[in-house]
């Protein structure tokens, strides 16, 4: 009985590790289209260079 527990345990911990790495990839995805996009989008600056999109 304990090693099908076991096994049960290891296979919930495996699907949810698979189903937080599936999220972190749709996250990342999400994160580099929006840093695309404002390298994109980036406005010129007041010495009519291109300036950060970004304000750290």
Known sequence: ?????LVLLLA?????LGFAVKVLWWVAV???AL???GFVARGTGTGGGRGRWYRW
């Open 1 to 5: 009985m304990l090693p099908l527990v």
């Open 30 to 32: 999400i994160v580099l």
């Open 12 to 16: 919930l911990l495996l699907f949810g």
């Open 35 to 37: 840093w695309l996009v």
